[in-house]
């Protein structure tokens, strides 16, 4: 299964273990008003919330919405508003991500110039949100870096720290923060915008981990190892802080786990001796060869 940065191991598979089935909510009903309340009376004119008298003669001003943008008058010029607009440009939706095509010929493909959809994988504290950060920032065209741990984050109050235990509510909420990552991505890729998502997948979990990857962003994911050794994780791990940073059993379990990639076919990249902008430009070398002779997974 993934397992975002700075979160304890999760079990290993066990056959017949399935995915959490969420929560419930309640929802919400308008409060009555308690018996022998008066009725909400509308507000006094001239009072905020109300309506200023109309001059005689004038014909009624337009009231814009409580809610929402207010809305433009239309132009004599204005083109006919399309089917899922936003004002006038059309938003292409989102779909399964298709790999790109090799180049024609014997020229490599120009990664800086193709729009991408690359998955990070590797253990904590192997650089990976720093690489995808810097990766997405000094590419030629938009770029956006998706990070799972973030979206984890999103939820505040209510969050499932899996340092208290991994339990059906922390994988639950993993599984949703990573299906909102692919659909983030879909909707990204399929409007010219390059995507690079980071996560812990482990091999030994390959369906509900880069499986589910595949499943939620579309067979065109590059997936790329990053895996230094243990020693360089650990120094990285001891310069986080709060519950992105683990204990030292745990780093090295993890990384253990993460050798399983060693063999799987997808392209592994020791960054021990590489700093951010050198990782980037070997993870640049890494897409030309997998756009050329994709990686079976």
């Known amino acids: 299964m993934q397992h975002a940065v700075g979160s304890p191991l999760p079990p ?3 056959p017949g273990h399935g995915p959490a089935t969420g929560w419930s909510q309640a929802a919400h009903h308008p409060t009555a008003p308690p018996p022998g309340a008066a009725p909400h009376a509308p507000p006094a004119p001239g009072f905020a919330g109300g309506h200023a008298p109309q001059a005689q003669g004038r014909p009624p001003m337009p009231q814009a919405p409580l809610h929402g943008p207010v809305p433009v008058p239309p132009t004599p010029d204005s083109p006919p508003p399309a089917a899922g607009a936003t004002s ?3 938003l292409p939706p989102g779909g399964p991500v298709a790999m790109p095509s090799p180049p024609q010929g014997a020229a490599p493909t120009d990664t800086g110039a193709t729009t991408l959809a690359v ?12 690489v995808a950060k810097y990766w997405a920032e000094h590419r030629r065209v938009p770029t956006a870096h998706i990070s799972l741990d973030d979206v984890r984050e999103w939820v505040r109050s209510g969050f499932a720290d899996p340092q208290s235990g991994w339990n059906d509510h ?9 299906r909102t990552c692919g659909f983030a991505a ?19 979990r390959p369906v509900v981990g880069l499986g589910g990857w595949k499943r939620h962003v579309g067979p065109g994911l590059l997936p790329v190892v990053l895996l230094p050794g243990l020693e360089i994780v650990l120094e990285r791990n001891a310069e986080r802080s709060g519950n992105r940073r683990l204990t030292d059993e745990e780093v090295a379990r993890i990384h ?8 799987s076919g997808l392209p592994i990249i020791d960054n021990s001796q590489l700093d951010v902008p050198a990782t980037a430009r070997v993870l640049d070398e890494v897409l030309t060869r997998a756009i050329a002779s994709p990686p079976q997974w």
């Open 12 to 14: 290993p598979h066990q």
């Open 256 to 263: 253990g786990r993460m050798a399983g990639w060693y063999g």
């Open 186 to 204: 879909r909707n990204f890729l399929a409007n010219g915008i390059s995507c690079i998502l980071d996560d812990a997948v482990f091999p030994d």
């Open 119 to 130: 998955l990070l994988i590797g253990p904590a504290g192997a650089g990976k949100t720093s």
């Open 88 to 90: 006038h440009i059309q």
């Open 170 to 178: 922390s994988e639950a909420q993993y599984r949703l923060a990573r």
